[in-house]
């Protein structure tokens, strides 16, 4: 299958669509000198599952080894600028600025916006500047901006300096906001009108206007002084009159978005309300750009995925990012966990006396520590998830602590049960039994607050519960869980 | 701020929206036999997190104990069913369906779409069943799909046979698709017409027909055997003449989606194509339905959500789940893995001799063996999300591999020296330091492997990594941490 020479009968939908109204691209069969070639069917790009496939990179590889232009804008000329990315993201760190070369004009930048942080940054500074800038130029303002803040400000700067003013202002306004703001988010293209405007004047002004936004689903109705008065969604022009006037359609009842508001909130937003678009405004309520709901899908799966990496302890990394970076990265989390995995080992050292004389403590003693931990996972997990999402608030957080601390209770008597009469079972030794699922109830539970209280309290002190909660919440089960089963252990068997 | 006379100088604009397009409703100060009542202003919705507010929701409980009709029609007729969802959802079991029934006519059963299932199902029942019916048949057919499919089929019968006849089977083939597919997530209400149709033509007929989808951000061209040809986003046709054919302007290069397809790989493609709306046809090529961005915005939360809470543990549950469900769920994932907990305990069991003569060892082995779980888990997040985005295939999954292990024995030989050199100052024993350290390096090597290893196999196996690879990595991290610690000491000290 790594022949790109395979010729498959089937031709997937996704990986040939015909011809879209994008920038024309060389076709293959344009070297008129050459004898005929073979028809050549290029190897379908993703498999059942999508995942792209390992013929399709080959072919690619070819082409870029043999620097055949042709070839490769053939094969990936058409490609949606998702699927270029995702290529340009399997191919080697030097293979890829030659692609870039050798499709020359053909090549879109907004692919870059499709390519992992660490990718695009390397990419940019592996092509010609003037390239670059010329590329960056034909993009919405949304897409620039999403390039342009990776980069140091010298770089920034250059390819600024080539913009014209009025959109170099724009683009700068927007890196002016807040990292992860809704004023990084937007575009800042847009139709505005006022309310007065009728409805065939509208459809008359879209079809006279060259330079309309991309692609638009609403348009904006604002007053003299650019403050946003609503939004009248194109659906609603269709079925209006010519004549009427757009102030009489508009849909006032409109979420907004400040500029300088958390992305986080701005996919809150969407999700709770579900919104194709948001107008962003700034603090003058002014109309000040658009975000769509296509870049918000990328933005909800970024946001829960950061939980579950901050859970984890892997940050923000990317499967793209360098050995040397990743190790880093997930080194000062191992770091902080050793610290706290040294202080249970301290309460561990102090029954030093107890685990000579049983030293079955030794094995059983990890099982309490290690089912408390997870026990409290699972509360935490769930508690900083109803934080992130808000479905926690002061009206029902004792309706939610209390639920929690009864689930705790419940399975901690489930497992005290289990595991003493496992113990009891396995070493015919009734108080040992009971001594293990004694600790067990008292560590479950003990894990339960934890897990439930630590996430509030890191929120309450406007922390980001997901990143620290796990390291505080592991530490109490461990701590709570040796010393629970060695100190009852000590003072029943009357060690001293 | 309990008390719904306060009055608040700044109403918040989310908190009162002016009234828009929908249902009206009888306006409070409606009763012309009383003397005018003082303004009320109501407490605001929400405070500057986003959460409810209990002053708010504490309104609401007034007016139901009260059942004033009028008084809650003024608090909450305006609300975005979002908003009026999530008041439901805080509210007790007992006054949610007293809340409906004082709404009447005003109550929309699109709310219903935003409650949690458990609390959507038994409000349901608990509501007469020819409210349900009358409720459910306003609605487009996505959200009564939502609805209708967490009902048993006894329920679900009783409100479709008040259907038209047409509606019904709609209804019915929707709910015919597996759950979770992308026929379930589709609305059946959408505009298609033959490529010969001009802009003017749709424009007319956009102007002139009642029964319009609710929304819509696309025009669909389709064939005489209702094939999909293309489809022409809105803002195609206000740029476009009147004399121009949609077929001139129709985009083919169109993602579609079939009805059977799983809503995660829908998600996919909308995430992955930054789409507004796709297409979903049917096995001979029809088109059948349309799913909008303002959907798969929740699904993709959700299916990033339960990566998160299946490596935790917590499954599907909501924080409204009740404590007995609750516990349940969560009692089998600790029950499987005290299992394995059990596991490494009989690990330790076998050094039981080498413990006695070194109970350090006893404090020691743990943090190798914790630390180990948590390189692993590190490991296995990254691996899970990777498999789940697709961003793992042939095409580089060496490299994947390649990578992870590198980053393990890095960090597995930075923390063998650390841990190395601590145990040797804490204990004064060069020996004990060599034992901890190397048994650290060994272990995280072999948590990283298997962090990598076991996603990828059990993806390999079509299972769902994020569900059951914990369970293994953390075995394997306890079983080999354990007993490279002991055994190496074992060997060693020369302990037999």
Redesign the interface.
């Known amino acids: 299958m790594s022949d790109r020479e395979t010729v498959d009968p089937a031709p997937e939908?996704?990986a040939r669509?015909?011809?879209?109204?994008t920038e024309p691209v060389l076709p293959a069969a344009d070297a008129p000198s050459d004898p005929p070639l073979p028809a050549v069917v290029p190897p379908v790009l993703r498999?059942d599952?999508?995942?792209?496939?390992?013929a399709f990179?080959a072919a690619v590889r070819g082409t870029i080894e043999a620097a055949d232009a042709a070839g490769l804008a053939a094969l990936v000329g058409?490609l949606?600028e998702?699927?270029l990315g995702e290529i340009i993201g399997?191919l080697d760190a030097d293979e890829r600025p030659l692609l870039v070369g050798l499709l020359g004009d053909a090549f879109d930048f907004s692919t870059l916006v499709e390519l992992d942080e660490s990718v695009r940054v390397q990419l940019i500074e592996d092509l010609p500047p003037a390239t670059v800038a010329e590329g960056v130029r034909d993009l919405d303002s949304d897409d620039a901006v999403y390039i342009l803040e990776d980069l140091d400000e010298a770089a920034q700067d250059a390819i600024l300096d080539t913009f014209p003013a009025a959109e170099r202002l724009s683009l700068e306004r927007s890196l002016d906001f807040p990292e992860e703001s809704a004023g990084r988010l937007m575009q800042t293209e847009f139709i505005a009108v006022a309310p007065t405007w009728t409805v065939g004047q509208?459809?008359d002004y879209?079809?006279e206007t060259e330079d309309?936004p991309e692609?638009?689903?609403e348009i904006h109705v604002v007053d003299p002084g650019f403050r946003l008065l609503g939004t009248v969604?194109?659906?609603r022009?269709?079925?209006?009159?010519r004549m009427q006037a757009v102030g009489e359609i508009v849909?006032?009842?409109r979420?907004?978005a400040r500029a300088t508001d958390d992305r986080e909130?701005v996919?809150?937003i969407?999700?709770?309300?579900?919104?194709?678009s948001l107008p962003v405004i700034d603090d003058e309520d002014r109309l000040i750009g658009v975000i769509?709901?296509?870049?918000?899908?990328?933005v909800?799966?970024e946001e829960?995925?950061e939980?579950?990496?901050a859970?984890?302890?892997?940050g923000d990394?990317e499967?793209s990012d360098t050995?040397?970076y990743?190790?880093r990265n997930?080194?000062l989390?191992?770091?902080v966990?050793?610290f706290t995995?040294?202080l249970?080992?301290?309460v561990?050292?102090l029954f030093?006396d107890t685990?000579?004389k049983i030293?079955?403590?030794?094995?059983?003693?990890?099982?309490v520590?290690?089912?408390g931990g997870?026990?409290a996972?699972?509360t935490?997990?769930?508690a900083v998830?109803?934080i992130a999402t808000?479905?926690?608030?002061?009206?029902?957080i004792a309706r939610?602590v209390n639920?929690e601390i009864?689930?705790s209770f419940?399975?901690g008597a489930?497992?005290a049960l289990?595991?003493g009469l496992?113990v009891w079972g396995w070493y015919g030794e009734r108080q040992l039994g009971a001594v293990i699922g004694g600790a067990m109830i008292v560590n479950l539970i003990a894990g339960g607050l934890a897990g439930v209280a630590i996430p509030l309290a890191v929120d309450k002190l406007n922390g980001d519960p997901a990143v620290i909660s796990g390291v505080f919440v592991t530490t109490v089960t461990?701590c709570v869980g040796f010393f629970a089963v060695l100190g009852l252990a000590t003072w029943w068997y009357g060690i001293v």
Request: proline share 3%.
């Open positions: 939908s996704d669509p015909p011809p879209s109204g498999d599952d999508g995942r792209l496939t390992g990179l058409d949606h998702a699927d399997a509208v459809i879209c079809r309309l692609d638009f689903y969604a194109l659906d022009i269709l079925r209006a009159k849909d006032e009842d979420r907004t909130d996919a809150r969407f999700e709770r309300y579900n919104l194709i769509t709901a296509d870049d918000v899908v990328d909800v799966m829960a995925e939980d579950l990496r859970l984890a302890g892997v990394e499967i050995v040397w990743t190790t997930r080194f989390w191992l770091l966990n050793l995995a040294f249970a080992a301290g561990i050292g030093e685990i000579a030293v079955a403590l030794a094995a059983l003693a990890p099982i520590a290690g089912q997870n026990a996972t699972q935490m997990t769930v998830r109803a808000r479905e926690v608030g002061r009206f029902n939610f639920r009864m689930v419940l399975n489930a497992f289990l595991v496992a461990d």
